[in-house]
Nanobody, 114 residues
Framework: QVQLVESGGGLVQPGGSLRLSCAAS????????MGWYRQAPGKERELVARITSGGGTNYVDSVLGRFTISRDTAKNTVYLQMNSLKPEDTAVYYC????????WGQGTQVTVSS
């Protein structure tokens, strides 16, 4: 069974940066498009960035130019570099396949606050 383990979240001031990591077990990582999702309190989970097995990327408008998704196939890991963070980026961040997510990991909390 594939497991997804997110890490790298924390408390950061507005304008700061964080780098999230997602380690995936199993071979699914190598052939699937992977995405970073987030869920803020009281809101639905949303896909904010995704990367194909070939390295193509897509971003939601609200993070375009600030977030960068990447993947290391040898390490079965996908990353999300987040720069110029805003309070509205505060959420629990998850990685998963896209579309058709599989079982969710525990996520990693990102809090942007002064």
């Amino acid at each position: 069974q594939v497991q997804l383990v997110e890490s790298g979240g924390g408390l950061v001031q507005p304008g700061g940066s964080l780098r999230l990591s997602c380690a995936a077990s199993g071979s699914i990582f190598r052939v699937k498009t992977m995405g970073w999702y987030r869920q803020a309190p009281g809101k639905e989970r949303e896909l904010v960035a995704r990367i194909t097995s070939g390295g193509g990327t897509n971003y939601v408008d609200s993070v375009l130019g600030r977030f960068t998704i990447s993947r290391d196939t040898a390490k079965n890991t996908v990353y999300l570099q987040m720069n110029s963070l805003k309070p509205e980026d505060t959420a629990v961040y998850y990685c998963n396949t896209s579309p058709n997510p599989i079982a969710w990991g525990q996520g990693t909390q990102v809090t942007v606050s002064s």
